[in-house]
């Protein structure tokens, strides 16, 4: 994926400001054996919609600055509180020898033919929709795949369970801590409540309360007579 990158000369609170009120987005470059880190500004609108694209936030990126071209990875982004506007966005160089570590999203596919849910009536819920991952930056996959269709009641899916492709690994702590992902459970259904103690105290009082009621009619009866 191309972004197109400028170089920053003016730096500070109120450059950003006019930068910002001018359509542009003030960022950073950095990285590399070689090269300092390199203050740029990027069209806010273009940064904008591809930050809401997913492969932009797990791929290798290419960055045209200066008429060159740099091998880059999206480390971080600033948005504003409550305004559609991104404040700061971060890029970091890669080199294509050395392996990089990536948080990269989990598509889960196929938990409505499994046997939990057609049969079994359980519910499958995602407990991580992203996982850790190490590899070269020709190997990083945009996405991994979970199948889940052979899942069955009471069972979790663990990262390790994961198909990974060629040259991809798990970072150290997951692949060690192997956390749940992915799992099948029967919905609990909570029972109805028992009768309030007001309620029955009412059932228990109602004859006594129309007792008086019949001795006063029964007495009426008699003084008539």
Same mark, same amino acid.
């Given at each position: 994926?191309?972004?197109?990158?400028?170089?920053?000369?003016? #730096?500070?609170?109120?450059?950003?400001? $006019?930068?910002?009120?001018?359509?542009?987005?003030?960022?950073?470059?950095?990285?590399?054996? #070689?090269?300092?880190?390199?203050?740029?500004?990027?069209?806010?609108?273009?940064?904008?919609?591809?930050? $809401?694209?997913?492969?932009?936030?797990?791929?290798?990126?290419?960055?045209?600055?200066?008429?060159?071209?740099?091998?880059?990875?999206? $480390?971080?982004? #600033?948005?504003?509180?409550?305004?559609?506007?991104?404040?700061?966005?971060?890029?970091?160089?890669? &080199?294509?020898?050395?392996?990089?570590?990536?948080?990269?999203?989990?598509?889960?596919?196929?938990?409505?033919?499994?046997?939990?849910?057609?049969?079994?009536?359980?519910?499958? &819920?995602?407990?991580? /929709?992203?996982?850790?991952?190490?590899?070269?930056?020709?190997?990083?996959?945009?996405?991994?795949?979970?199948?889940?269709?052979?899942?069955?009641?009471? #069972?979790?899916?663990?990262?390790?369970?994961?198909?990974?492709?060629?040259?991809?690994?798990?970072?150290?702590?997951?692949?060690?801590?192997?956390?749940?992902?992915? /799992?099948?459970?029967?919905?609990?259904?909570?029972?109805?409540?028992?009768?309030?103690?007001?309620?029955?105290?009412?059932?228990?009082?109602?004859?006594?309360?129309?007792?008086?009621?019949?001795?006063?009619?029964?007495?009426?009866?008699?003084?008539?007579?």
């Amino acid at each position: 994926m191309k972004v197109v990158a400028f170089e920053r000369s003016v #730096q500070g609170t109120g450059a950003s400001r $006019r930068l910002r009120n001018s359509g542009k987005t003030p960022g950073i470059i950095y990285g590399g054996k #070689q090269e300092s880190p390199s203050a740029i500004e990027l069209d806010h609108n273009a940064l904008f919609h591809a930050l $809401r694209k997913e492969a932009f936030h797990s791929s290798i990126l290419d960055i045209e600055l200066n008429g060159k071209s740099q091998k880059a990875l999206l $480390r971080d982004y #600033q948005m504003h509180p409550f305004k559609p506007l991104v404040l700061h966005v971060d890029f970091q160089r890669v &080199s294509a020898t050395e392996k990089i570590h990536m948080r990269v999203p989990l598509h889960f596919k196929g938990a409505e033919e499994s046997e939990a849910v057609k049969f079994g009536g359980a519910v499958v &819920s995602h407990i991580a /929709n992203e996982i850790e991952i190490t590899c070269l930056p020709a190997d990083l996959p945009e996405f991994l795949e979970v199948d889940l269709s052979k899942i069955v009641i009471g #069972q979790s899916v663990h990262a390790k369970d994961v198909v990974l492709p060629k040259g991809v690994s798990l970072v150290l702590h997951i692949e060690q801590d192997n956390p749940v992902i992915a /799992n099948a459970r029967i919905p609990t259904v909570k029972a109805e409540p028992e009768p309030v103690a007001a309620e029955v105290a009412a059932a228990t009082t109602a004859p006594d309360a129309a007792a008086p009621a019949a001795d006063k009619e029964a007495k009426e009866k008699e003084a008539k007579s």
